[in-house]
């Protein structure tokens, strides 16, 4: 099993829709977690953090559920320049700089 | 202007001639690493720094080499490169220390070893 897992899609949403994507990950002692977002073959760059309690930039809603070791993010009202690729990452340690990589989810949003 | 700078930017060469992939951050950050990118599977960590003379292995350290003389500077040294290390390579940087800080990326290196 992948110590962290995401569906790679691709996702094929019209404009307007809300679209969610799902990271599971394996180690229960996993510190940090973040969703980064990358443009083809392009440096992925920090979209949020995940916190806990969870947490919301304007359209994008970031959730963390260490009950079932997973988190998500939700995208309201889709835009054409939301087509990317989502990265979800993980950090196991805080003593540590290892982190995790899931393999990318793909979005599409189409007009 | 803050950033990560990582040369060259598309590399050609052949199997087993020594190479070295540079990066630099100009943002006096503590952590760096070096990640690879392939198709399906995603970014995988070849190798990390916490700080200056500290290194440790990531997923993927086989076949390559680093060193962290100076707190800004950090390269990717393939000794004897093969064909299966043709990838895209990323360097990135970040305070290091809290548990939630934010991973700048230099632009990539394209690596096609023949």
């Known amino acids: 099993r992948k110590e962290v897992e995401q569906d790679p899609g691709p996702f094929n949403v019209p404009e307007g829709a809300t679209v969610a994507f799902n990271c599971t990950y394996s180690?229960?002692?996993?510190?940090?977690f973040f969703w980064y977002r990358q443009d083809c073959r392009k440096e992925p760059k920090l979209l949020m953090s995940?916190?806990?309690s969870g947490n919301e930039d304007g359209r994008f809603t970031a959730q963390l559920n260490r009950a079932s070791q997973y988190i998500s993010l939700l995208i309201r009202d889709s835009k054409l320049s939301d087509s990317a690729t989502y990265l979800c990452?993980?950090?196991?340690?805080?003593?540590?700089?290892?982190?995790?990589f899931g393999q990318g989810t793909t979005l599409q949003v189409k007009p | 202007e803050a950033q990560v700078t990582q040369n060259p930017r598309y590399l050609i060469t052949v199997t087993g001639k020594k190479l070295t992939v540079t990066c630099s951050q100009n943002?006096?950050?503590?952590?760096m690493s070096w990640y690879r990118q392939d198709p399906g599977l995603g970014l995988r960590q070849i190798y990390y720094?916490?700080?200056?003379?500290?290194?440790d292995k990531g997923d993927v350290p086989e076949g390559y080499k680093v060193s962290r003389k100076e707190k800004r500077n950090f390269p990717l040294i393939l000794e004897s490169p093969s064909p299966n290390q043709t990838s895209l390579y990323f360097c990135?940087?970040?305070?290091?220390?809290?548990?939630?800080?934010?991973?700048?990326f230099g632009s990539g290196t394209q690596l096609s070893v023949l």
């Open positions: 990135a940087s970040s305070f290091g220390g809290a548990t939630n800080e934010k991973l700048f």
């Open positions: 180690n229960s002692a996993s510190q940090s």
């Open positions: 995940v916190y806990s």
């Open positions: 990452v993980v950090r196991v340690s805080s003593n540590t700089g290892k982190l995790i």
């Open positions: 943002m006096n950050h503590e952590y």
């Open positions: 720094s916490m700080n200056v003379e500290v290194t």
